[in-house]
């Protein structure tokens, strides 16, 4: 399974940017897919996931309001709109899938994915 982030970049405080992944590989569509993002000298966060099958999405308090995780499963792809970005969200951003899951559980942490991408680059200037 191949993972293709992109959409990051430069952008001023308050500006927003569209980030995409697209799973490729399998046949199957995945189970889940999220985003996590980490900054200079910072562990690996969570920032939003989406259960593919239906939809069901997580956020970070830190992203809640503000960036929004959607998924066309017809693409294998996800998307991540973030808006009124904040010099604090100045980070590598990258995104995961799984294609197992519980039904009744989050797919928040990092063990909770197979496969990653490579992570692309957000960068807020104040």
């Known amino acids: 399974v191949q993972l293709q982030a992109s959409g990051g970049g430069l952008v001023q405080a308050g500006g927003s940017l569209r980030l995409s992944c697209a799973a490729s590989?399998?046949?199957?569509?995945?189970?889940?897919m999220g985003w996590f993002r980490q900054a200079p000298g910072k562990e690996r966060e969570f920032v939003a996931a989406i259960r593919c099958s239906d939809g069901r999405t997580w956020y970070a308090d830190s992203a809640k309001g503000r960036f929004t995780i959607s998924n066309d499963n017809a693409k294998n792809t996800i998307y991540l709109q973030t808006n009124n970005l904040k010099p604090e969200d100045t980070a590598v951003y990258f995104c995961?899938?799984?294609?197992?899951?519980?039904?009744?559980?989050?797919?928040?942490?990092?063990?909770?994915?197979?496969?990653w991408g490579q992570g692309t680059q957000v960068t807020v200037s104040s």
């Open positions: 590989g399998r046949t199957s569509s995945p189970y889940a």
């Open positions: 995961a899938a799984t294609y197992s899951g519980s039904y009744f559980r989050p797919i928040t942490r990092s063990e909770d994915y197979d496969y």
